[in-house]
């Protein structure tokens, strides 16, 4: 119950804190949307960015990797015919 009175009285205070200040609330938003508009677009270029290099590999490095990873299948081949022998 007390939980109940305290949210009704903080939405009452707000509501009254809004109507009196409502110009200084227009002033901070004022400000703070800007604000937010350019690190959420900072932030989409820098992942969006961060995307593209993750698609600009080139053939090279994909055929190295498969280069590396039949290196290690025939290693790995070998050591468990080692085991198989033991």
């Known amino acids: 119950m007390k939980i109940i009175v305290g949210g009704a009285v903080a ?12 110009p200084y609330l227009l002033a901070i938003l004022k400000g703070t949307i800007p ?3 350019l690190l959420g677009g900072s932030l989409a270029l820098y992942l969006g ?8 590999k080139t053939e090279e490095d994909v055929k190295d990797e498969s280069n590396e990873d039949k ?16």
Request: neutral net charge; hydrophobic residues 50%; charged residues 35%.
């Open 11 to 22: 939405t009452l205070l707000g509501l009254v804190g809004i109507g009196v200040w409502f």
């Open 35 to 37: 604000l937010i508009l």
């Open 71 to 86: 290196e290690r299948i025939a290693d790995l081949e070998k050591e468990i015919k080692k085991l198989n022998k033991k």
């Open 49 to 56: 960015f961060d995307e593209l290099k993750d698609t600009w």
